[in-house]
């Protein structure tokens, strides 16, 4: 497993797998990272499917990238190497793109959906968010900072939600979310810039966990 519970024992499983011997890894994306597995005849993708059905936009774009990030980690000594892939949509077009090396029309026809739906890179987003262990007090401190970043009028900003994070509940908190967006950076930089002006007015500022991300990743 990716997981340690020793000071030296990444190493000693690593000299283990290096060694030739059978063995099984069951780890999770960081094994695709930069490892360099020699011997590795066979590589197993599992859930794939959450990658296809997330509500992250982005979620095709970094499966395909994982898809073949963890393909390449079998058969580099030469030998053939085998990728097996779990998912209940063997169709998908996702599927026919990387598995035939064609990554750069998968990320032209991503694009193309992105312009048409004027998502980021064609739009620009900010995300407001908001984490207590009173759900309601998260949510209501969301409702009150959209209340605010309405006031400030700029038409051509959306502001959506606040919606609970895809993982509602971690370590006793609440995560809630708010998200804006516009094709005009400057004007949603200057709501922001206002917006953070005034933020002392808010009641709930003080009782609660938040930060702002600027053209938000994940």
Known sequence: RDTTRRKKA???HLKQINSGEPCIIVG???????HDFSNLAMVGILDTDAGLLSLDF???EHLAQLLIQVSGRAGRSGDQGEVVIQTRYPDHPIFNYVLSSRYTQFASQLLKQRSSALLPPF??????CANAKNKQMAEDFLREAAGLLKSIQIDVVEIWGPVANIIEKKSDYYYFNLYLQSNDRKALHQMLSTFNEHIDTLKLKNKVRWYLDIDPIE
């Open 10 to 12: 990444f190493g000693e």
């Open 28 to 34: 999770t994306q960081m094994l695709a990272k930069g």
């Open 58 to 60: 982005r979620a095709t």
């Open 123 to 128: 739009s620009h987003q900010a995300l407001l």
